[in-house]
């Protein structure tokens, strides 16, 4: 909850769990947690700012700062595998490419409130992992590709998800921080297979 960009609704920090280390349900996590977060409808929050200030520590020397590298790097591995394995085409079943969304559709749509943060935010995590050049950010780029690969299969699909949630500023910012962190030739070589 410390790096992420505003606060999560319940389906949205499931996602970002790994579901083999998912030991209890989140409702339990967020109670055992009670001291520093709490349930607001469907989102997760910090109970007041002075939870927050703490684990931020005296002077913004937080023990978790040790974390934020690596963390910031896990939250977006995590959110590509998880984009990776649930975007689909047309996720909102809209009858036509124009059809206008009824108001409240997105809201109910289980897989696009899912996706929210994920979809919107990916790229400011990778972004700030990648300042650092963690081995876990070296890793993406060159050994696994993880990144390239949700590029060449899921991209259009990404694309779509920004658009439902009225989010593309999102996406236009993702696009400017991916031309600032990746190789050149990734992005050639995936144009060339999109035309």
């Known amino acids: 909850m410390m790096l992420v960009y505003r606060p999560l ?17 989140l409702d339990e996590v ?14 997760i929050e910090f109970v ?9 520590g005296e002077n913004g020397q937080s023990t978790l700062n040790l974390y934020e590298d690596y963390g ?33 559709l997105m809201q109910n749509n289980s897989l696009v409130v899912s996706l929210d943060y994920a979809a919107t935010f990916w790229a400011q995590h990778l972004e700030s992992a990648s300042a650092k050049q963690t081995i876990l950010i070296q890793t993406v780029f060159i050994e696994q590709g993880k990144l390239e ?19 593309l500023s999102h996406a236009t910012k993702a696009l400017k921080i991916l031309s600032n962190i990746v190789d050149v030739r990734i992005v050639h070589s995936i144009h060339m297979s999109v035309i």
Not at 48 to 56: G, I, V
Not at 79 to 102: G, V
Request: charged share 25%; proline share 7%; hydrophobic share 30%.
């Open 149 to 167: 690969r949700f590029l060449r299969t899921k991209f259009l699909e990404w694309l779509e998800c920004p658009s439902l949630l009225n989010e």
């Open 9 to 25: 609704d319940k389906a949205e920090a499931s996602s970002v769990i790994d579901p083999s280390q998912q030991s209890s349900s």
């Open 72 to 104: 910031q790097g896990e939250i977006a591995l995590t959110y590509l595998s998880y984009l990776t394995e649930h975007l689909e085409m047309n996720p909102a079943r809209l009858p036509r490419p124009d059809s206008t969304r009824p108001l409240g």
């Open 48 to 56: 007041h700012q002075s939870a927050r200030d703490y684990l931020d």
């Open 30 to 43: 967020v109670d055992q947690c009670a001291s520093f977060f709490n349930m607001r409808g469907t989102n």
